[in-house]
DNA sequence: AAACCATTGCGTCTTTGTGACACAATGATA
DNA sequence: TATCATTGTGTCACAAAGACGCAATGGTTT
């Protein structure tokens, strides 16, 4: 990771990036701990001047994660005056750091919040000299978070769960081929509730975003279950074009 | 309305208001004419330190429109760093005008998308001394925006469109007694279709968020009739939670 | 090897929502 | 008084969604 220079950012701007993943049942995100503190953060960073909130998304999710092309959806923007009020904590950090210049963080910025989802096992943590330390933390057990870093992660899970009732979701969370109940589960763990294991899969089916293959999960106990695969095509379509058109 | 100097701003970041208006039928949205130039704008303004974005677009809807309480929804983030490109054009008007420091339009500043919905007979224009006219423009005529504004302008349409598949919309487009067929009327004219009359007031109806009243609209041609007016506590209520949960 | 049993796949029944349309009531207008 | 565009209500057919029954599957247990 090359290191950036004050001239080349966009003081007053940032993007943090909510990191979803799902691993046993359990939606996650990812975070990272900065050295010598017990102070957690999502990935992020000042924009640089020639890039777009996109493109500076994309540059994190890369350098952080290890991987490119994946979908990211701002959700929200946080200005609150106030939201940097506690960066005392992490001035003295990053003045020993020397990332940034000390000023940026004293002075106040808005933050851009985008989020992923990713199948959580392709990702190779890349930490820098700035962390030494990265975990993914269920949803509902982030705590010590910097700034309003709590607020950003619980904003964009609403809108996730929002949003999983008009969009298809699942591309980059799931492996390549999967089978119906992991499926449910992830939906469930998104939505934070049971769902029908029957009525589910007919629902789903209807979306017409998956391709049934002729075969099975092998290896597990009790019925093995039928493998899917995403349609691209129809996926990226409902992308845009949404499920309930309603009117 | 007060003069803002450049030192109470945040220079990167401006606020721009997409306000939509409903009127014989049409959908509208308001601008503002630079003196001295056929360029129009969408009514925005930088930050000031101590604001939110929310306070910020509250302050330009008080300043230009006069009204206060306004439900104010942000949908995007416009961050091309060409987006400027076209400022040459009023960088002369801006330095006559004294407003902000040039150098303020020449440096790169990213946007912040907000939408209003009003009734377009309740706006008591305040033109100020950078604008002398403004008008309310139909939404598939606006032309010789400065900037971005026009993708602005048809990206908050594309998301009212799709926002409204779940969310109540008409408290502040709509009088406060209003008719079904007036209600249905500005669906169509969002939507940029034709409902059917009945089928419209039996699934509106369903949605809980009127109050049908014990009166009828007085002459008018044909059959009078009957006023709604919005449940306030329903209305707010499917606000958060929306309609489709699908889920 | 046979019985077991948790899980899957498919189907049914009922209720609710939606699109298309019929018809009577209304009330200003001719 | 007759006319007629418009409104309010209802019906019918069909699709979507929730609840649940039941047989098939295939590893596990005895």
């Keep these: 990771m090359t290191d950036i220079t004050n001239q080349d950012i966009i003081p007053n701007i940032s993007v943090d990036c909510v990191i979803f993943g799902f691993h046993e049942n359990e939606l996650k995100v990812f975070l990272l701990n900065y050295t010598g503190t017990n102070l957690w953060a999502l990935p992020g960073g000042f924009i640089e001047k020639n890039k777009t909130i ?60 985008l989020y992923a989802l990713l199948d959580h096992t392709k990702v190779t943590t890349t930490l820098d000299r700035y962390s030494d330390k990265s975990k993914w933390v269920a949803i509902d057990k982030v705590k010590n978070t910097i700034l309003d870093h709590k607020e950003i992660i619980n904003t964009a899970l609403k809108t996730l769960r929002l949003q999983i009732s008009y969009t298809p979701i699942g591309y980059n969370l799931l492996p390549q081929k999967f089978t119906m109940p992991e499926m449910q589960s992830l939906y469930e763990t998104i939505l934070g509730k049971k769902l029908d294991r029957r009525n589910f ?37 409902a992308l845009k074009n949404g499920f309930n058109n309603s009117w």
Tied chains: 1, 2.
């Design 201 to 237: 899969q007919r629902k789903m089916n209807a979306y017409n975003i998956l391709n049934k293959l002729d075969e099975k999960r092998e290896g597990v106990a009790h019925k093995a279950p039928f493998l899917y695969e995403f349609n691209q095509e129809n996926y990226k379509e």
């Design 54 to 113: 996109e493109e500076a998304g994309a540059d994190i999710l890369k350098e952080r994660i290890g991987l490119e092309n994946i979908f990211l959806k701002q959700f929200d923007v946080f200005s609150n005056p106030e939201r940097s009020k506690h960066a005392p904590e992490i001035l003295e950090l990053i003045k020993k750091i020397g990332r940034y210049d000390v000023s940026v963080f004293q002075s106040r910025f808005i933050s851009i919040g």
